[in-house]
C-alpha cells in the first residue's frame, strides 16, 4: 500500500488557516459543499449556494430525519449545515470536525439559536468519542478523511 504523505495534522492545519480565504470569495458563511445545479448547462458561480441548498434538500428528503433523531454531522465545518438540518427537522445534531476554527465558528453560531438542539465538537472521523448507537443518521457530504493507509475517501452518508 502506498502511504500519504498527509497526515492528519497536515489537514488540520490546512482547514485552520484556509476559512477566511475560501469565505473573502466562495461563500461568506463558510457554506463549502457539494451542490445539484437544476441545470447544469446554464449553471453560473453565482448559482453555488442555490445548488448547495438544493443538495441539502434533496439529502434530507431522502434520509428520514425526524424530529427524534440524534445526528451525527461528520466533517461539519462552520455548522452552518447542522443548523439548517435542526431548524428544518427539530433533530439533535452533534457536528465534529477535525479544524479547531471551523469549531469554534460552529459554537458560535449555535449561540444564535440557542432553541436548537447543537452541539459541535473538535475530533477525527477516523477515532470518534461517541459510544457504538450513539446516532441514528450520519450527514456528510464534501468530506475529504485521510485514513491511516493514505486512502482518501468521499463521504455522502444519510
Not at 2 to 18: C, I
Not at 60 to 87: E, F, H, M, P, Y
Not at 89 to 117: F, M
Amino acid at each position: 500500500m502506498r502511504q500519504s504523505k498527509f497526515s492528519e495534522t497536515n489537514t488540520e492545519l490546512f482547514y485552520d488557516s484556509e476559512d477566511s480565504l475560501y469565505r473573502s470569495f466562495w461563500d461568506s458563511e463558510g457554506s463549502l459543499h457539494w451542490g445539484y445545479f437544476e441545470n447544469l448547462t446554464d449553471a453560473k458561480v453565482e448559482d453555488f449556494i442555490t445548488a448547495c441548498q438544493y443538495w441539502n434538500e434533496y439529502m434530507l428528503s431522502q434520509s428520514g430525519i425526524t424530529k427524534d433523531s440524534r445526528v451525527l454531522d461528520l466533517g461539519c465545518g462552520n455548522g452552518n449545515t447542522a443548523v439548517w438540518l435542526s431548524q428544518q427537522t427539530d433533530c439533535e445534531v452533534v457536528g465534529v470536525d477535525l479544524s479547531g476554527v471551523r469549531i469554534e465558528n460552529a459554537k458560535a453560531k449555535a449561540q444564535e439559536y440557542p432553541s436548537l438542539r447543537l452541539e459541535f465538537e473538535k475530533a477525527s472521523a477516523t477515532n470518534l468519542p461517541y459510544e457504538e448507537g450513539s446516532f441514528t443518521h450520519v450527514w456528510s457530504q464534501a468530506t475529504l478523511s485521510g485514513l491511516t493507509q493514505g486512502h482518501y475517501i468521499w463521504c455522502l452518508l444519510i
